[in-house]
């Protein structure tokens, strides 16, 4: 009885790992799926925030732009929130930088065919829990994940002021790997 219990908490430990994607510090920006995107226009989206009110990558047009994918149940997109919420809290007054959270709901609103969450209250509950205070947004009919070839949660994506994509890094970030790449678009 004791060996079945422990096999299935070290089954479900590995499933989560596994199913958030990559664990903190580990860098996957180099694959070359990640690499192909880096240089090319940035896939335009159309998305919508808290409100329902749309918000576009159009709308920030000639700044620099972060984005970051996450999902509320995994580990390593919760761990590395406040190190995430301490470089927005340093970095909200910049006019020249968008720092932006992008979520995908299951709701009817969201016209998603492959949430990879549940509810938008859910969602929201966790984000205000962890003290997110940059946008949240929601992805809709998959636009952002699936032109992002979002495939592990945290995705972090940064965006140069000419709309071209600087870096696609897959896994959570530190908050000094935040402040550097930050730093670095152009």
Known sequence: MKKGMIYIVLSLSLLTLV?????RGTNHSESPAVQQMVGKEAPSFTIKDRDVNDVSLADFKGKKVYLNLWASWCGPCKQEIPELEEVYQGLKEKDDLVFL??????EKEFENARPAEQSKEQIMEVADDLGI??????DTKDQVF?????R??????FINHDGTIAQKFEGAMTKKELESRLNSLK
């Open 19 to 23: 199913a958030c994607g990559e664990m």
């Open 133 to 138: 205070t940059y946008p949240v947004l929601f």
């Open 152 to 157: 592990a949660f945290p995705t972090h994506i």
């Open 146 to 150: 699936k032109s992002y070839q979002v």
């Open 101 to 106: 959270s992008v979520v995908s709901s299951a």
